[in-house]
């Protein structure tokens, strides 16, 4: 880790609301910080403490953060406590009506620099506007198409109205053209009526629903009662004033500040000389998933590459004969260097945080942190629990949230268990996956995610980790229609001596079959592996892939155990069977205890599945060294397995 000190950015990231998102000073002036300084950016929701250092520099702000949540409080205290330089730029007080002041108290006496964006406000702290004055937006002209228009914040909308209306999720040029447009302003979002007196509009606050909007320097008019003939009044007896000349006002004194924040920086921080370093380094940011939302048509390109992807698999499922009628695949030209990487200390700083709350509080973080994500994103998120119903329901419209309160249950309920695992992970790259993907439980953090994405090798099989052998003899349970059949050849060539291929979708089955005809030594079988032999029923799944076996089903599935249906020694176990795993380890008890072979197993159909399988094994063989690989995608974690190796 970089021991230079830094310079952090922290306030609260919220991807449905523009004003918000906007309101780090980060934004205005980031050509000197960054160039200047090696910069951290944080949301105030999960800070990065493990890079935060006495010696450091924090800017707070902006938005409405003191007063605000308890969590945000303890979050402030402990950034005046871990850092010696703390400036609040232009932070505001955020008490909803009728609320009391939310515990503990900010020891405002340990800012080095302390300024609130509430005009004359009881606590007599110095003012400065809210920074997003600097936005360039905000001297659009446009023809007026409107009397009035409403601004809503999401949470508090006027729903009973014939005006024109927005609400402050919309994008930041979709809201300042919608307000130049605009005679008047009728909103209940703090930042569209602060945008709309600093663009010169007559604005009227409805729904004053906290104490911010009490506290601005130029005066909406504010509604007690909201109606058309209130609105009216507001604007026919002069109660909202249209005001001249307030923008370069607001904007002279953040540049005034700026100046007295150099200052202070210049005394407490040297200059970082390595400033491209920064600039990445922002680019990739872990702390704060901002980047993955500004950069959606990203992301559909990574969906369309997926599917791409997919293709190609069942590419080489179809030149396998081509593979081995060929030159032998030889392991020395596959085999590659392990790769070099350290831990990422935000594991300790994450399972710190959440050792500090009840499962409720867990629960209710995770949702907060659901319902903060945009709504084609949740869109994304229910329609993906639909087709994939392992880790229960989601169905915000009904109040359905068992996906994820399943999350919070499980990492509370299994707390050591995770700290067990992480510590038996045997490299970093192991901790790493496990790591991001708890982040992305509890956070919905996606950068991180994506940062420990394994893409140089295929799934299951690791040269690494699992180097060449002769004479392996393989059981791929849940052998789908021999994609990870291919896999292994890709990865391994023909010097196998047997492959076994376990199915439990007739059609699927038959599609393997056709796949894999031409494949030497395969044992392809139409039957389920379990932990005690019978016969159990297909459910089948929305999805091809996802059929499971239950009590239940039309179609009649046989079900064994491997240690009585193979008979021979065993070298490598790949499972993958949407959430029998656990089961299907039970019935390979034998060949585990006595032959250790290589286990790759899925481990993402079932939240507990995480640690329960490798606890499993460690119970059948203790002995054995574990890695965890994720392939899945950045915004749901799926497709990660646990690769396990006996140490002799």
């Known amino acids: 880790m970089n021991n230079a000190p830094k310079l952090h950015f922290v306030h609260c990231v919220n991807y449905e609301n523009v004003g918000d998102w906007f309101a780090s000073p980060l934004d205005y002036f980031a050509e000197y910080f960054v160039e200047r300084y090696n910069v951290m950016y944080h949301d105030i929701d999960f800070i990065g403490w493990n890079d935060i250092a006495q010696n450091d520099a924090v800017i707070l702000g902006g938005g409405g953060l003191f007063e605000n949540e308890p969590a945000w409080q303890k979050a402030i205290n402990r950034l005046l406590d ?126 004053a ?100 992807d997919i293709g190609k698999r069942f590419e080489q499922i179809e030149t396998i004969c081509e593979l081995l009628s060929g030159e032998q695949i030889k392991s020395e030209v596959l085999s590659e260097t392990k790769e070099t990487e350290e831990a990422d200390p935000g594991f300790d700083a994450l399972m710190e945080q959440i050792a500090l709350m009840s499962e409720d509080n867990l629960t209710e973080w995770i949702l907060e942190g659901f319902n903060k994500l945009p709504g084609d994103i949740q869109s994304l998120f229910i329609n993906y629990y639909k087709q994939f119903p392992f880790w229960g329901a989601l169905d915000p419209d009904n109040n359905v949230f068992d996906a994820l309160t399943a999350r919070a249950h499980v990492i509370s309920g299994k707390f050591d268990d995770f700290i067990w695992l992480y510590d038996r992970l045997a490299d970093a790259r192991s901790k790493n996956a496990l790591y991001a993907i708890l982040l992305n439980w509890v956070n919905f953090n996606n950068e991180t995610l994506g940062r420990y994405t394994q893409h140089n090798q295929l799934e299951y099989y690791h040269l690494d980790i699992f180097p060449f052998r002769k004479n392996e003899v393989l059981v791929d349970v849940g052998a789908y229609t021999g994609d990870s059949v291919a896999d292994y050849i890709t990865t391994y060539g023909a010097d196998y001596k047997r492959i076994y291929c376990y199915e439990i979708m007739p059609d699927v089955f038959k599609q393997l079959e056709k796949n894999l005809k031409d494949v030497p030594n395969l044992v392809p079988q139409l039957k389920a592996a379990g932990a005690e032999p019978g016969v159990m029923y297909m459910d089948y799944g929305s999805h091809n892939s996802s059929g499971r076996v239950s009590d239940h089903g039309k179609t009649e599935v046989e079900v064994v155990r491997i240690d009585d249906d193979i008979t021979e020694p065993v070298t490598f176990i790949k499972m993958d069977v949407e959430g029998a795993e656990q089961d299907a380890l039970l019935g390979c008890e034998r060949h585990i205890r006595e032959e250790h072979p290589n286990l790759a197993i899925s481990t993402y159909h079932g939240y507990d599945d995480i640690c329960a399988i490798p606890r499993l094994i460690d119970k059948i063989k203790p002995g054995y060294k574990f890695y965890m690989r994720y392939h899945g995608g950045d915004l749901i974690p799926t497709e990660f397995s646990l690769l396990a190796v006996w140490e002799e």
């Open 82 to 207: 871990s850092c010696g330089c703390v400036i609040s730029w232009g932070v505001g007080f955020h008490r909803k009506s009728g609320q009391a002041a939310p515990s503990p108290d900010i020891d405002f006496s340990k800012f080095a620099l302390l300024t609130v964006r509430d005009f004359e406000h009881a606590s007599g702290f110095e003012y400065l506007p809210c920074v997003t004055c600097m936005m360039p937006q905000l001297r659009k002209e446009r023809s007026i198409v409107r009397e009035i228009g409403i601004i809503n914040h999401k949470d508090y909308a006027i729903t009973e109205s014939s005006l024109d209306m927005i609400d402050n999720s919309a994008s930041l040029e979709t809201i300042t053209d919608f307000i130049a447009e605009s005679e008047a302003i009728l909103t209940t979002s703090y930042h569209s009526a602060y945008w709309s007196l600093l663009m010169g509009k007559k604005t009227i606050v409805a729904q």
């Open 209 to 308: 629903w906290a104490n911010k909007f009490e506290h601005f320097e130029c005066k909406p008019a504010l509604l007690k009662e909201l109606s058309s003939q209130s609105v009216s009044a507001a604007i026919s007896t002069g109660a909202a004033v249209s005001y001249k000349g307030w923008l370069d006002e607001c904007t002279a004194l953040s540049r005034a500040f700026f100046e007295r924040v150099k200052t202070l920086l210049e005394a407490h921080i040297p200059k970082t000389s390595n400033a491209s370093a920064t600039v990445d380094l922002l680019k990739k940011q872990a702390w704060a998933p901002i980047p993955v939302y500004k950069r959606m048509g990203e992301m559909i390109g990574q969906i369309n590459i997926l599917v791409e």
